[in-house]
């Protein structure tokens, strides 16, 4: 009965004892709050911030094990807000010493926010993190600014050239050369100019209606610029970071354009409502068109569910890269990512990328990119089981190995309005492809001055 008593006694004695450390390491624990903020259209793209709850016991189990004594509570505010007020928010937050510790936004405000001082570079950083040599080559050239990486990319997409199947056999192709024509552009084989002369004989022998050849997107935005770098144009000086403008490459885009108008009659797009005119249409009447590759979930629901959907799309639809300007030259693409940048008010800018490195993996990449019909963003992700499940990520991204970006310059809003000025005006005949030229440059030399080059 004593023997009993004492080894009662002993064990109370050592859960005591045990409590008593456990209690201490907890009070020697630094708990450190990292603050996440996001900007994400729901429930598709809920895992841009969602996937750093589930990083953080993950990382609190990796600092644990080391003996570090830091633990990082995740804080993720995440809504959809307009980009305007988005940034806004970040900068005044900023101006409050309140910033994010981790911030997500398109890429093309590294280049402002990295001016201003309010985000940190990475390079450093990310060499300690294996995972971060994953990612897509191509796709680092988006977070750099004047020689120093400024972030990690989150997402992608591809803005791929789309076409008709069943326009296309109307016109004579047969099933072998439909199947035929991605490769074909791949390697520089149909080019810009063969595009627009299918796009002809598809108006000229009544398969579609002039103007139905070819689309673009109907107002301004990122899917010209590729259409300006397959010419040979560049938008920014890596060394200095200003912004340029090629004369030699811009003449040629605006000739491409006036002639998809004016000389093929294929191109009546511009000025159109995204949602009354411009989807109905390429999903039924246009023979080529460019679109993103999230729309294809969108056309699916949307506009072709009666039809069949994603299967109705598969059997019609084809789609390939912005092909080159001239035989045997290199098609592209352009893609528009997203990327978490750091704060420079954040104190644990390791703990941060740390974080972003979990939420970098295939299982958390791979969540995002399925849920939201976004690109992977990392080597190898077509082979991943849950990637390789959707054919549509699966066959475009290649595309990221072509893929081109918009420039990190807080004065390309100036330059991009400008330049789709001139373009509208020759897609509607009211400029040259030289007086286009001549309007740019004024323009640019009147709204940006030294901040722009040209050449």
């Known amino acids: 009965m004593k023997a009993s008593k004492s080894l009662l006694s002993i064990s109370l004695i050592v ?36 996937n750093f709850l589930v990083a953080e016991k993950d990382l609190n189990a990796d600092l644990e094990a080391m003996g570090d004594l830091r633990r990082v509570k995740v804080e993720v505010i995440q809504d959809n807000l307009d980009w305007g007020e988005y940034i806004t928010e970040f900068v005044l937050g900023y101006g409050a010493g309140e910033s994010p510790d981790i911030w997500l936004t398109g890429h093309e405000y590294i280049g402002t926010q990295a001016e201003a001082g309010r985000i940190i570079a990475l ?9 971060y040599n994953l990612v897509f080559d191509t796709l680092w050239d988006c977070t750099k600014y004047k020689g120093e990486t400024w972030g990690v ?64 997107r109907p107002k301004n935005g990122p ?32 000739k491409f354009f006036y002639d998809a108008a004016q000389k093929y009659g294929s191109m009546g797009c511009l000025g159109l409502d995204w949602s009354s005119a411009w989807h109905p249409g390429v999903t039924s009447k ?26 109705y799309m598969w059997e019609n639809f084809g789609f390939g890269l912005i092909p080159a300007a001239e035989k045997g030259g290199k098609p592209n693409s352009l893609t528009h990512p997203l990327a978490y940048l750091v704060s420079s008010q954040c104190k644990y800018p390791d703990l941060a990328v740390a974080l972003i490195a979990k939420v970098t993996n295939y299982g958390p990449n791979t969540r995002h990119a399925i849920s939201s019909t976004h690109l992977g963003i990392l080597k190898g992700q077509t082979e991943y089981k849950f990637y390789k499940e959707s054919r549509l990520l699966s066959e475009a991204l ?20 400008i330049t789709y000025e001139a373009l509208a005006a020759c897609v509607g005949g009211d400029f040259t492809a030289e007086k286009a030229v001549d309007f740019v440059v004024e323009g640019l030399n009147r709204e940006l001055g030294d901040k722009v080059i040209i050449k």
Do not use: H
Not at 123 to 131: C, T
Not at 193 to 208: F, I, N, P, R, S
């Open 15 to 50: 859960i005591l004892v045990m409590s008593f450390t456990a209690m201490a390491l907890a009070q020697d624990l630094d708990i450190i709050p990292i603050k996440v903020r996001c900007r994400a259209k729901p429930p598709m793209e809920d895992w841009r911030g969602n």
């Open 123 to 131: 390079d450093g950083i990310i060499k300690e993190f294996p995972i």
């Open 153 to 216: 990319p989150q997402d992608a997409e591809a803005r791929p050239l789309y076409w008709n199947k069943t326009l296309l056999k109307k016109l004579g192709w047969s099933d072998g050369e439909i199947a035929a024509l991605s490769g074909k552009i791949e390697k520089g084989e149909f080019t810009l100019y063969d595009m627009l002369e299918t796009a002809k004989q598809a108006v000229d022998k009544g398969v579609v209606e002039p103007g139905n050849g070819f689309w673009t």
């Open 223 to 254: 899917d010209f610029t590729p259409f300006y770098y397959a010419f040979g144009g560049e938008t920014i000086d890596s060394a200095t970071g200003k912004l340029v403008f090629d004369k030699t490459a811009g003449l040629k885009y605006y």
């Open 286 to 311: 246009v023979l080529f068109w460019v679109g993103g590759t999230w729309q294809w979930a969108e056309w699916a629901e949307k506009f072709l569910k009666d039809l069949g959907g994603e299967a």
């Open 398 to 417: 290649y595309m990221l190995d072509y893929t081109t970006f918009l420039p990190n310059n807080p004065y390309w809003g100036t330059y991009s309005t």
